[in-house]
């Protein structure tokens, strides 16, 4: 690789000579190869501050990209993926509007790109002495900080619902939807065929084909957002050729977008075409829809090759070994108002793949924490008496809290450090 | 290497890496916990009468029996408006109403307690909404707007008239705050039990007794014990009153205060459930009592005798009680 390569440009005198540092340290003898020449790009000073650039551009029109968008969406897509595809809009500070999109690294690329050149920098420049420990220490937390921000991108957090003197097995999520076929085998199990939300919301207008699937499932439309009419009120025209939707139309909500002050629940719906798989024909084009779930609406019953199956548009499910029983929820008020005054669920959480079996009684500020899972009181179940529990899962939950720990620490150890030789240097 | 060709070395990377692949189709079993209950009714209004048709169980009873339900409302006839027929599909069996239900459909064997009520009132309760309401009490859940039921009726044309279809799920428990059902059967007898149970061998049902509904009387040679199960109202008194109770008037014991109540309760587990049970040995009699809250009663499952046929039958009322299972 040519010196162009390493230093392209005129560069300040100051960048050049750090870049160099790590070759010409005292005792660091002089190094060559094309590993070392790469571990010293990767370090380069001018590296990171591009990086910081990058950055900041990102988080500004990440942060502008919200005013259309829901926060979620632009998380996943701007900050926590390799690569986003910027469109015109947010880039121009909406002065152009036009479907032109710009190619930009996504904030895991630049995420990792800056640990690379951190961990490089300290191989190349950085001795391991007393002097230099509070940066090592310093910098040791921003790489845990920073792992810490991929670790949480794995974070679950959902609901469970459980009405009074019934069972959950799974938590369900908040944002992501899923198409589900269920055939119910027995009294005690079921089977499901799921399509995530993502799929269905990605459709090109052909259908699904998986032999996994009993039918071809064509996604005629999927809206993001939605409300409910009555067919003969509501004027567009009715995409359902079978079931509830001959009598109610999905109809199109904006996108609950980041600015929105009400962060009000998108509540999605879809029209699909089921279609056989050996002759291609239509078995009915259905509407199934999140409202349906939500109000407790039986689901639709498509039978195929004598097998019937439920068809529902639910919030994604992640099922769970153990079961929660919620035995009893009391909801009190303040005296002679509908104040609440304290949720309570008492519960009786039982893991056959442990042999958990206790009472646990869920109320504010006391949390039931198990497997990992942390179930705070919520809410109250909206179709009847019951309760809905927020279920947390972190596992890098304290990776902030030591990070943050360590820059402090780092900071304090060197401008300790750097005190103390001014001081000695003045007595001197 | 040339600047330009080094830039494709990073931003082709990248563009491979922006390409989210479809996430796969997902296939699996998994266990069920919990049944719903599901509803369907029809309410069909007829000259001076409004007509109501109602059919419970739980989702899995219920899914086999839409068509069959559809297929009967459609087979109804109002030659006679006072006295409708109707074509019963196999297996149903229809016997006069008590009170204000004209008639009742067995739906399978009686113990399933599968029932299609029939009954008729009055053009006073021809408010749709009060009457799906209504319904949505009775299967535990909230009564909502006129305009968010839309969804759950189904406007239908009937042979015999144009009709309300109504289709839905719930927990199955009574909402608080909900009065009993217009036109309801009356409460349960010892025939019609709200739960299940597996008497153990050698267990006598006998005549039920003073509150009693469901009674049994046990034998160790000659000394006796009677098993009852009882169903008060929420004002049953705290657990500390009961048992009281059964130590003053049962075992002819001094009553006891919180803390020693504490320490002589135990815990009976029933399923995913647990139960206060105390096992009070006086010298009148032993006791064994259960006390098993629903949510808008209390039920008391107790034996009472000599103290040999208690101990004898101690296991088999803990298995009695565990067989237990109330239907929603």
Not at chain 1, 152 to 160: D, L, S, T, V
Not at chain 2, 132 to 148: P, S
Request: hydrophobic letters at 40%; charged letters at 25%; aromatic letters at 10%.
């Amino acid at each position: 690789m040519s010196s162009t390569a390493t230093q392209p440009g005129p560069a300040p005198a100051s960048l050049k000579e750090a870049d160099m540092k790590g070759a010409l340290v005292p005792g660091n003898k002089p190094r060559a190869g094309l590993a070392w020449r790469i571990l010293q790009i990767c370090a380069s000073l001018r590296v990171t501050v591009v990086l910081f650039v990058l950055s900041f551009l990102l988080v500004f029109w990440g942060t502008w990209a919200q005013r259309d968008e829901s926060i979620w969406a632009v998380v996943n897509s701007y900050f926590r993926w390799w690569f986003v595809w910027i469109p015109l809009k947010p880039l121009t500070l909406e002065l152009i509007d036009l479907p032109v999109y710009i190619p930009f690294p996504g904030g895991w690329t630049i995420g990792s790109l800056l640990m690379i050149n951190l961990l490089a920098a300290h191989a190349v420049r950085f001795k391991l002495t007393w002097k230099r420990s509070g940066i090592i220490l310093l910098h040791s937390g921003i790489v845990l900080m920073m792992l810490g921000e991929f670790v949480a991108a794995f974070q679950i957090e959902g609901r469970m619902s459980i009405p009074e003197g019934h069972s959950s097995n799974f938590i369900e999520s908040d944002r992501t939807m899923e198409l589900a076929l269920v055939r119910r085998l027995n009294d005690k199990e079921q089977e499901e065929i799921l399509i995530s939300g993502s799929r269905l919301r990605q459709h090109d207008g052909k259908p699904i084909v998986d032999p996994q699937l009993p039918f071809d499932v064509e996604v005629v439309r999927y809206l993001v957002n939605s409300d409910l009419g009555p067919a003969d009120l509501v004027s567009q025209p009715n995409l359902a050729t079978v079931g509830i939707g001959l009598r109610q139309v999905a109809v199109e909500k904006s996108e609950t977008t980041g600015v929105d002050p009400t962060q009000a629940v998108e509540i999605a719906s879809a029209y699909v075409n089921l279609k056989r798989k050996d002759t291609g024909e239509s078995l009915g084009t259905y509407l199934v829809s999140a409202w349906f779930s939500y109000l407790l609406m039986p689901p639709e019953t498509v039978t195929v090759d004598g097998k019937k199956y439920d068809i529902s548009l639910r919030n994604k499910r992640a099922y769970k070994p153990y079961t929660i029983h919620l035995t009893r929820f009391t909801h009190d008020k303040y005296p002679g108002t509908e104040i609440p005054k304290n949720y309570q669920s008492d519960v009786r959480l039982v893991d056959p793949t442990t042999g958990e079996n206790r009472l646990v009684k869920i109320y504010m500020n006391n949390p039931l924490r198990y497997e990992g899972e942390t179930f705070y009181q919520a809410s109250l179940y909206p179709m009847g008496k019951g309760t809905v529990l927020q279920v947390v899962r972190n596992p890098g939950w304290l990776m902030p809290y030591f990070s943050t720990a360590m820059v402090t620490l780092g900071m304090l150890v060197h401008f300790g450090i750097m005190l103390v030789n001014f001081v000695n240097r003045r007595l001197a | 290497m040339v600047p330009r060709r080094r830039w494709l070395c990073v931003l082709v990377p990248l563009c491979l890496a922006g390409c989210r692949e479809d996430e796969p189709i997902v296939k699996q079993t998994v266990p069920r916990v919990s049944v719903m209950q599901r509803f369907f009714g029809a309410i069909l209004p007829k000259g001076e009468k409004i007509w109501f048709f109602k059919l419970v169980g739980t989702e899995d009873d219920m899914a086999e029996l839409q068509e069959p339900f559809d297929e009967f409302l459609k087979s109804i006839d109002f030659t006679d408006p006072l006295k409708p027929k109707w074509k019963l599909p196999k297996g149903w069996i229809e016997e006069v109403g008590k009170e204000m239900r004209y008639k009742t459909i067995h739906i399978g064997p009686k113990e399933k307690k599968l029932d299609l009520s029939v009954t008729a009132l009055g053009l006073e309760a021809e408010d749709v909404t009060e009457n799906v309401n209504r319904w949505r009490a009775q299967i535990g859940l909230v009564a909502f707007h006129k305009r968010d039921l839309e969804p759950f009726l189904r406007k239908v044309d009937l042979p015999a008239g144009p009709a309300i279809v109504v289709d839905m799920i719930g927990p199955g428990a009574v909402a608080q705050g909900k009065g009993p059902p217009m036109g309801a059967p009356p409460r349960p007898g010892p025939d019609a039990l709200p739960f299940k149970y597996e008497a153990p061998k050698g267990w006598e049902k006998i005549a039920n007794i003073t509150l009693s509904v469901l009674t049994f009387q046990v034998k160790e040679g000659d000394k006796k014990a009677r098993v009852t199960v009882s169903e008060l109202g929420k004002k049953s008194g705290s657990l500390l009153d009961n048992v009281n109770r059964w130590r003053r008037d049962y075992a002819g014991l001094p009553e006891i205060n919180e803390t020693q109540l504490a320490k002589d309760v135990q815990e009976l587990a029933v399923g995913l459930e647990s139960f206060k049970y105390v096992d009070i040995d006086g010298p009148k009699q032993r006791i064994l009592g259960v006390v098993w809250p629903r949510p808008d009663s209390t039920y008391f499952f107790k034996m009472a005798g000599h103290t040999d046929a208690v101990e004898k039958h101690k296991k088999n009322f803990e298995t009695f009680v565990k067989s237990v299972q109330f239907g929603g």
